[in-house]
């Protein structure tokens, strides 16, 4: 089962809005691969018309949910 990306909850109800470009830059990765996720709905998105944005707090979320923590070896000290 996959992981929901849920966004996280914004105070003020303001959410800076991205485009495909800025999302693809911001997480390397090509546009194509950011509107593949995007017609596939694996990535959150609004739309205005034609014109598709993603909130940056899907963008932070989806990071997070991302990460995968380090193991230290046992001779290893942090």
């Given at each position: 089962?996959?992981?929901?990306?849920?966004?996280?909850s914004v105070g003020n109800?303001?959410?800076?809005?991205?485009?495909?470009?800025?999302?693809?830059?911001?997480?390397?990765?090509?546009?194509?691969?950011?509107?593949?996720?995007?017609?596939?709905?694996?990535l959150p998105h609004?739309?205005?018309?034609?014109?598709?944005?993603?909130?940056?707090?899907?963008?932070?979320?989806?990071?997070?949910?991302?990460?995968?923590?380090?193991?230290?070896?046992?001779?290893?000290?942090?």
């Amino acid at each position: 089962m996959k992981k929901q990306i849920e966004p996280p909850s914004v105070g003020n109800g303001q959410d800076k809005l991205l485009t495909a470009d800025e999302v693809a830059e911001a997480l390397g990765l090509t546009v194509g691969t950011i509107r593949d996720w995007t017609y596939e709905r694996k990535l959150p998105h609004v739309k205005f018309g034609r014109r598709v944005r993603y909130r940056a707090s899907i963008v932070d979320a989806l990071v997070l949910a991302s990460e995968i923590p380090a193991i230290p070896r046992s001779d290893e000290v942090l």
